[in-house]
């Protein structure tokens, strides 16, 4: 039930992503776990372990489409490493018969990990620092550094 908030609360989170690659790294990672929330906890096992960490290993794989990622993006790839460790070990203590409390808590954290990473902002994400709510900037990939690549200065098409 907490996991469901959780996820709801990423999914909120995605809304405030002040740049288009930060956007586009929420979207992935929160489509891609509430996909498995819904598709795949009626698994046990190794099914449900395995899907889990191919989920984390094709968001890294579409992370990797971002051509400049930022800080963020990177941390998000690092928090699915850490998913997919864990996610061996949760198997593996599901093969020993261990009781799976452990590994629900760890797997919280890491969701709670990736919730205060989407709601921060640094000086490179948020466009000077400071709390910013350029979503719809960053939907539409207008913001000011991709403005400038595509645009020169005499504002003809580069």
Known sequence: MFLSALLGGLVAAVLFQPTAPRFFAAVVFVSVAWTHEIYFTHLEGFAYHGSAAAADLAIIAALRLLIEPSRVVLILARICLVSMVLNLVGWLMWHAYLPPEPYNAAMLCVFIW????LTSRDEQDAMGG???VDWWRAIICINAYS???LLPSNGTRA
Request: glycine share 10%; proline share 0%; hydrophobic share 60%.
């Open 114 to 117: 990736a919730l205060l990473i």
């Open 130 to 132: 400071g709390l910013t």
């Open 147 to 149: 403005r400038a690549q």
